[in-house]
């Protein structure tokens, strides 16, 4: 079964950067033949959308509220997403998580694989 691990979470204080990673567990999935996702859920809240990158990775999309501050990067040749989170505010803690898709990147019932998480916490 494919699955997403992510890493580069952790603890960081208000205005601090992280970046997270993702690849798949396994050598058979190829995350370049996928759009790729990042979404994240903090406590009490639903699952959002953080960023997405298409297969090509030649355009990017953002959630409003880390436009300018987040990037997301794909590097195909390593089979990993990246998302570049700088400038990082308290509301930005939650646990994020990558996920592919081969639908609408902002679409996120047509995601089919998922990763296990990886909390990001910002104090202030």
């Known amino acids: 079964q494919v699955q997403l691990v992510e890493s580069g979470g952790g603890l960081v204080q208000a205005g601090g950067s992280l970046r997270l990673s993702c690849e798949p567990s396994?050598?058979?999935?190829?995350?370049?033949?996928?759009?790729m996702g990042w979404f994240r859920q903090a406590p009490g809240k639903e699952r959002e959308f953080v960023a997405a990158i298409p297969r090509s990775g030649e355009t990017t999309a953002y959630a409003d509220s880390v436009k300018g501050r987040f990037t997301v990067s794909r590097d195909n040749a390593k089979n990993t997403v990246y998302l570049q989170m700088n400038s990082l505010k308290p509301e930005d803690t939650a646990v994020y998580y990558c996920?592919?898709?081969?639908?609408?990147?902002?679409?996120?019932?047509?995601?089919?694989?998922w990763g296990q998480g990886t909390q990001v916490t910002v104090s202030s």
């Open positions: 996920a592919a898709t081969t639908g609408p990147l902002r679409v996120v019932r047509l995601y089919r694989y």
């Open positions: 396994g050598r058979t999935f190829s995350t370049y033949t996928y759009g």
